[in-house]
């Protein structure tokens, strides 16, 4: 089974409205981590955001947040005001605590933000 | 500046030649990993090494060998290199358990 599952292949949003991308996962481990990193163009893997399971609040980082829903496994991410720059590919990830030693990654969504 | 240095930024090789792609972090990181990235099918991961001398597998290993000597180096060895190995390569490293993983800019491979 996908230890992380994202559905999006692309996604087409209009600058300055916001955008969900989703990402389910698969763990029976009670202490992980969430991640979403952005991959524009030129290549680069940049950190967005982070949420630990324990953390009771949903995390936020300037116009990224993480909708982060424990009982149904899904850790989307919320880009509000997209802007141009926003165009990228973008990749959930997990790591479960037990090892730590594997991240686990989906397999993307392409966001594209029209003018 | 703390990073992740991976060279070469590109490559092109042909089948059978060995080649090796280089891996260094200035952070002090324990934690260092290499992955691949093919259309489709996300990163996924080579090898991890947890600290000098301590490497393991991660999901797709079979072709690819690691070492690591020194902490600051994870170099990626692919002894006898063929065309399904041709992908954009990424080095990583990570402090804290729960920290994030810090990502090298990438070495794109062909293999003809």
């Known amino acids: 089974a996908q230890k992380i599952t994202q559905t999006q292949p692309g996604m087409f949003v209009q600058e300055k409205e916001a955008v969900t991308l989703d990402c389910t996962y698969d763990?029976?481990?009670?202490?992980?981590?969430l991640f979403w990193y952005k991959q524009p163009s030129s290549g680069e893997m940049i950190f967005l955001i982070y949420q630990g399971s324990y953390d009771e609040q949903n995390a936020t980082e300037g116009r990224y947040s993480l909708n982060f829903q424990k009982a149904r496994k899904s850790a989307n991410l919320v880009i509000s005001a997209s802007q141009l720059g926003d165009s990228a590919m973008y990749f959930c990830a997990m790591r479960e605590d037990n090892t730590g030693n594997q991240f686990y990654f989906g397999t993307g969504t392409s966001l594209t933000v029209i003018p | 500046e703390a990073q992740v240095t991976q060279n070469p930024r590109y490559l092109i090789t042909v089948t059978g030649k060995k080649l090796t792609v280089t891996c260094s972090q200035n952070m002090n990181h324990e934690y260092m990993s290499w992955y691949r990235q093919d259309p489709g099918l996300g990163l996924r991961q080579i090898y991890y090494?947890?600290?000098?001398?301590?490497?393991d597998k991660g999901d797709v290993p079979e072709g690819y060998k690691v070492s690591r000597k020194e902490k600051r180096n994870f170099p990626l060895i692919l002894e006898s290199p063929s065309p399904n190995q041709t992908s954009l390569y990424f080095c990583?490293?990570?402090?804290?358990?729960?920290?994030?993983?810090?990502f090298g800019s990438g070495t794109q491979l062909s293999v003809l």
């Open positions: 090494s947890m600290n000098v001398e301590v490497t």
């Open positions: 990583a490293s990570r402090g804290h358990v729960r920290e994030k993983l810090f």
């Open positions: 763990t029976s481990d009670q202490s992980y981590g």
